[in-house]
């Protein structure tokens, strides 16, 4: 067994982001501009949205954050979507999501404008991303295609089975495996919670990426020897032993796991990691004008 190391894969791709902002700078590039709108005050939220804003000060962009109570309304939301749209020193923004629920998050999502749109959310981007047009694809999806292709995982020919069609990580990554493409070329299994008979479905997978939402989910039975595991899951669980009073587990049961597999991302220090480096590289691409000009 290989660990898919998110830490170290991550910690890589953010330096060479580093320099190649700082090659873009020295050549009269406009500095990187990221900037965040969160909404609330949801603990992981507030986590995720400060580790991309730490992110970003690492590697040199500029970042800014707008805050809003949870009782904001839509049309005010709106209204900063607007603005940033404006502004002509941001190149990307993200709403973090979940938006509370007196706010439609598909109204917001298509109120970015799809050339800032960095979390790659817009339907534009989306539909692009179909058609193999120049498009943000979405961070975590980046962010495993990323890893399979730094630890040369070849795709071509396999079964990949995704467990979760979520707009955000299932259905995106269920398209990208299967494009003519690499990584790609794979036929894809797309399960949810209506799957009959996941766990043989699972058994004839080569790369198995699980996003559901269901803590150690996965045990060694849905695993066949020698595939390639990719735990998407963060789920928060209470634990008294730790400060935080709580501790992230991941979809699969690692320890069960990892054994019968050829390479596996552990949870915290997987995915997630490489979540934000998707971000990353869209805002370079968004200042660098390279996906719209
Ligand atoms: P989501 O929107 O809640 O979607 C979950 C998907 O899993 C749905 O399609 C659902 O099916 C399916 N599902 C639920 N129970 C199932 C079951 N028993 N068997 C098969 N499928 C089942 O979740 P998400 O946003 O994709 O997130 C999934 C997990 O990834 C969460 O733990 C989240 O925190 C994590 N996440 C991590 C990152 C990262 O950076 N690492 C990024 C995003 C999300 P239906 O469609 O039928 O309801």
Same mark, same amino acid.
């Given at each position: 067994?290989?660990?898919?190391?998110?830490?170290?894969?991550?910690?890589?791709?953010?330096?060479?982001?580093?320099?190649?902002?700082?090659?873009?700078?020295?050549?009269?590039?406009?500095?990187?501009?990221?900037?965040?709108?969160?909404?609330?005050?949801?603990?992981?939220?507030?986590?995720?949205?400060?580790?991309?804003?730490?992110?970003?000060?690492?590697?040199?962009?500029?970042?800014?954050?707008?805050?809003?109570?949870?009782?904001?309304?839509?049309?005010?939301?709106?209204?900063?979507? &607007?603005?940033? =749209?404006?502004?002509? !020193? *941001? %190149? @990307? /923004?993200?709403?973090?999501?979940?938006?509370?629920?007196?706010?439609?998050?598909?109204?917001?999502? &298509?109120?970015? =404008?799809?050339?800032? !749109? *960095? %979390? @790659? /959310?817009?339907?534009?981007?989306?539909?692009?991303?179909?058609?193999?047009?120049?498009?943000?694809?979405?961070?975590?999806?980046?962010?495993?295609?990323?890893?399979?292709?730094?630890?040369?995982?070849?795709?071509?020919?396999?079964?990949?089975?995704?467990?979760?069609?979520?707009?955000?990580?299932?259905?995106?990554?269920?398209?990208?495996?299967?494009?003519?493409?690499?990584?790609?070329?794979?036929?894809?299994?797309?399960?949810?919670?209506?799957?009959?008979?996941?766990?043989?479905?699972?058994?004839?997978?080569?790369?198995?990426?699980?996003?559901?939402?269901?803590?150690?989910?996965?045990?060694?039975?849905?695993?066949?020897?020698?595939?390639?595991?990719?735990?998407?899951?963060?789920?928060?669980?209470?634990?008294?032993?730790?400060?935080?009073?709580?501790?992230?587990?991941?979809?699969?049961?690692?320890?069960?796991?990892?054994?019968?597999?050829?390479?596996?991302?552990?949870?915290?220090?997987?995915?997630?990691?490489?979540?934000?480096?998707?971000?990353?590289?869209?805002?370079?691409?968004?200042?660098?004008?390279?996906?719209?000009?």
């Amino acid at each position: 067994m290989q660990l898919l190391d998110g830490k170290a894969i991550s910690s890589q791709i953010k330096s060479e982001i580093k320099a190649e902002v700082e090659q873009w700078m020295a050549a009269g590039g406009k500095k990187p501009h990221l900037a965040a709108i969160l909404v609330g005050q949801d603990g992981a939220s507030e986590t995720y949205v400060a580790s991309k804003i730490r992110s970003c000060e690492e590697i040199g962009f500029t970042s800014t954050l707008l805050r809003f109570d949870a009782n904001t309304t839509e049309a005010t939301l709106l209204e900063a979507v &607007e603005s940033l =749209n404006n502004d002509p !020193d *941001v %190149d @990307g /923004f993200i709403v973090q999501l979940p938006l509370p629920a007196h706010i439609s998050e598909n109204k917001v999502m &298509e109120a970015v =404008n799809p050339a800032k !749109d *960095v %979390d @790659g /959310f817009h339907p534009v981007n989306v539909g692009r991303m179909c058609k193999g047009l120049p498009a943000y694809i979405s961070a975590t999806p980046f962010g495993i295609l990323e890893m399979l292709i730094r630890a040369g995982i070849e795709t071509s020919g396999k079964h990949c089975v995704v467990i979760g069609r979520s707009q955000i990580v299932g259905l995106p990554m269920s398209i990208l495996m299967q494009r003519n493409a690499y990584p790609g070329n794979c036929t894809v299994t797309i399960t949810h919670s209506k799957t009959q008979n996941l766990k043989e479905i699972c058994q004839s997978a080569d790369i198995l990426i699980v996003a559901l939402g269901r803590p150690e989910f996965v045990t060694a039975e849905y695993v066949k020897e020698g595939a390639v595991v990719v735990d998407v899951g963060i789920t928060r669980v209470a634990d008294a032993t730790k400060k935080s009073g709580f501790s992230i587990r991941g979809d699969v049961n690692f320890n069960d796991v990892a054994p019968k597999s050829s390479y596996i991302t552990p949870v915290p220090g997987g995915v997630g990691l490489m979540t934000i480096c998707g971000l990353l590289t869209n805002t370079l691409k968004a200042a660098k004008r390279e996906i719209y000009s």
